[in-house]
């Protein structure tokens, strides 16, 4: 049973392919909208899928974990797989902690490098750099399929710190990195709406054919940036993520928009 978090496609492709046939692929974002946060673990694993948010779990799914309740016969091989640009900071830590108050401890923990789509920082405008990047994931991801089916346990990632300094990014994380009012729209905008469907907290409604953010939080994951046809979002003054390009794995592989 899979468990993923995906706001531009990067996650929900690794799950994807590390996925057995006939496994449950469960995506958090839907589950939260649902309110179903109980499941049965029925083929023998349990895995956790996410991107790294400020040295740590985004907010969706540090909720869904939070509130997550699992029924299994026996204990399941129990992972983390998290997808970074930089470093995967405390995630997986973060993760276990949450877990084993549930009185399930993590066997083995993953990362993925991939497109980091923070374009506050990070400039994906390079169209080739990012290609290569896709490139070198998907060797990791096939060569996590195969330690995944061997069952590997223990730590298999590079770029960590320790869970106290997620913790304290956290707290940046919450009070500030978080608040909707960091987000605008241009003149640019078209009003197609598709930030206001496609936002995983439902942050956004449209009011005079203009995105308005309702939530003072979202989980700040851009994916209505992300996904704007005009690139009309912003996030601060705009000028870092107005240059720095956007991104969904899907516009780089091909394949159909989420």
Known sequence: MLFYFSATGNTKHVAEKI??????????????????????????????????????????????????????????YSFYVGTFGTTTGAASSIADSLLKEKGLALDAKFDIRMPDTWTVIFDLSNAEKVKTSLKQAEEEINELKVLLSEKKKGKEMDFTVPEFV???????????????KNLSVSDACIGCTLCAKKCPVQAIEMQNKKPVWVKEDCTMCLGCLHRCPKHAIYYGNGKATNAHGQYTYQKYVGEKSM
């Open 19 to 76: 996925k057995e046939p006939q496994e449950e692929m469960i995506s958090i974002e839907e589950a939260c909208k649902a309110e179903s946060y109980e499941y049965t673990v029925k083929d023998g694993r349990f895995g956790i899928l996410s991107p790294t948010y400020a040295w740590g779990l985004p907010g969706i799914v540090y909720a869904f974990l939070e509130k997550l309740k699992l029924r299994y016969e026996t204990k399941p």
């Open 166 to 180: 997620g913790r304290m990014a956290k707290k940046l994380y919450d009070g500030k990195m978080r608040k909707t």
